[in-house]
């Protein structure tokens, strides 16, 4: 599994763009990078997954450049409500078989008003 | 509203008591995981059951017993815990076994082992 690398605490104010960057120096060429949300006392939530170049949901961005070795998680103008952590994940399908979702440390974004 | 539904939310036990923790997911799903949250504590992953048979068991003490009777159901029932076991017991599910494979989690379980 690709091991992923990504500050542990950020700060920002409301209504500014956060960017989050993970790295994944030895993913593999089929291997997803998929970022979730978790706010304290609840389960994880998917926020968006990505192959490559860019990919835009209601939510985030994500940006992946050509050699896929690393991934930006981009929120725009955050709230309070987007304190959180986040986690990036590099998910690789083993051929009908389940995956081991491992979570990392994960970023603590607080956002100050 | 994930479509992974864990019961009961909060859960406080003693160290001789049995209980068992329960999670059903709607999604259709395949694969389902238990991982646990300790304070201030990345996930741990503990069991993962492809199909409805145990695939994956990351060293787990043998006082937690996970059960999965179908693809909808999954149980984890404890006996003997520790208190350094209280923490949030959190169920997922996924279509497994594709690189894009994407987790639902439910709300979790706090547990408190006294």
């Known amino acids: 599994l690709a091991k992923t690398t990504q500050p542990i605490s950020m700060d920002s104010y409301e209504g500014q763009e956060v960017n989050i960057t993970c790295s994944h120096n030895n993913i593999a060429t089929n291997d997803y990078i998929t970022w979730y949300q978790q706010f304290p006392s609840q389960g994880p939530r998917f926020i968006i997954q990505g192959y490559k170049t860019k990919v835009t949901n209601e939510v985030a961005s994500l940006f992946i450049p050509a050699d896929r070795k690393s991934s930006t998680l981009s929120l725009p103008r955050v709230s309070l409500s987007d304190t959180a952590v986040y986690y990036c994940l590099v998910v690789r399908g083993y051929g009908g078989a389940t995956n081991k979702l491992i979570f990392g440390t994960g970023t603590l974004l607080a956002v100050q008003p | 509203e994930t479509g992974v539904t864990q019961t009961p939310r909060h859960l406080v036990m003693g160290m001789t008591n049995k209980k068992s923790l329960k999670c059903e997911q709607h999604?259709?799903?395949?694969?389902m995981y238990w991982y646990k949250q300790s304070a201030k504590k990345p996930l741990e992953l503990m069991f993962v059951?492809?199909?409805?048979?145990?695939?994956e068991n990351n060293s787990v003490p043998s006082r937690f017993s996970p059960e999965c009777p179908n693809s909808s159901h999954l149980f984890l029932h404890l006996h003997t815990l520790q208190p350094e076991d209280s923490a949030l017991y959190l169920c997922a599910s996924s279509q497994g076994g594709t690189a894009n494979e994407k987790l639902f989690f439910g709300s979790g379980t706090q547990l408190s082992v006294l």
């Open positions: 999604l259709g799903h395949n694969a």
């Open positions: 059951y492809s199909l409805e048979e145990r695939v």
